[in-house]
T-cell receptor, first 115, second 115 residues
């Protein structure tokens, strides 16, 4: 199956700073990547859909100016949390489709803690 | 739009007992259905998927699920629970058509396995 990596796996930052999370597809080209957020003991909620070479599509209620997504290449999408606040503390997971239809592969996730 | 409902946020079984995790879906078009498992602080691992082929789907680690259109269900079962099965399980749905869409997740079911 496809392999998706995320970096960093965990990060602690101070309130007001920005954090960048990278999502890479290691063995195939990913034209579309998805970013999910998971609060403790909750399910995954889609934040945005990242398309290579174009603007991301954000879900309702997700601030596009706060969560900046860049998908500049077929193997890399980045999520930047700008001016982070404690309520942004969460587990961020990216995913993409492999070569077969409709099966998504997930990264291992990034745990963000904002103090 | 599609959605999934997982009945029971917590399920506890004894080691060796039958595991049954419930998932009901709602979709206006034929769905593709998935079960994922998540261990603490990790990403998601695909257990099995239904993509309009056989209605009884066998997955990894002895899990299987049956798609029942009349009941709009896709319950996950395993004949004999192991301690290593203790984790969070998510049912998810997407639909076909053009383009590859994100998954919509259920709220999750935490499985506890008692010795």
């Amino acid at each position: 199956g496809a392999v998706v990596s995320q970096h960093p796996s965990w990060v602690i930052c101070k309130s007001g700073t920005s954090v960048k999370i990278e999502c890479r597809s290691l063995d195939f080209q990913a034209t579309t990547m998805f970013w999910y957020r998971q609060f403790p003991k909750q399910s995954l909620m889609l934040m945005a859909t990242s398309n290579e070479g174009s603007k991301a599509t954000y879900e309702q209620g997700v601030e596009k100016d706060k969560f900046l997504i860049n998908h500049a290449s077929l193997t890399l999408s980045t999520l930047t949390v700008t001016s982070a606040h404690p309520e942004d503390s969460s587990f961020y997971i990216c995913s993409t489709y492999g070569r077969s239809s409709y099966e998504q592969y997930f990264g291992p996730g990034t745990r963000l803690t904002v103090t | 739009a599609q959605s999934v409902t997982q009945l029971g946020s917590h399920v506890s079984v004894s080691e060796g007992a039958l595991v049954l995790l419930r998932c009901n879906y709602s979709s206006s078009v034929p769905p593709y259905l998935f079960w994922y498992v998540q261990y603490p602080n990790q990403g998601l691992q695909l257990l099995l998927k239904y993509t309009s082929a056989a209605t009884l789907v066998k997955g990894i680690n002895g899990f299987e699920a049956e798609f029942k259109k009349s009941e709009t269900s896709f319950h996950l079962t395993k004949p004999s629970a192991h301690m290593s099965d203790a984790a969070e399980y998510f049912c998810a749905v997407t639909t076909g058509g053009t383009g590859r869409r994100a998954l919509t997740f259920g709220s999750g079911t935490r499985l506890q396995v008692q010795p």
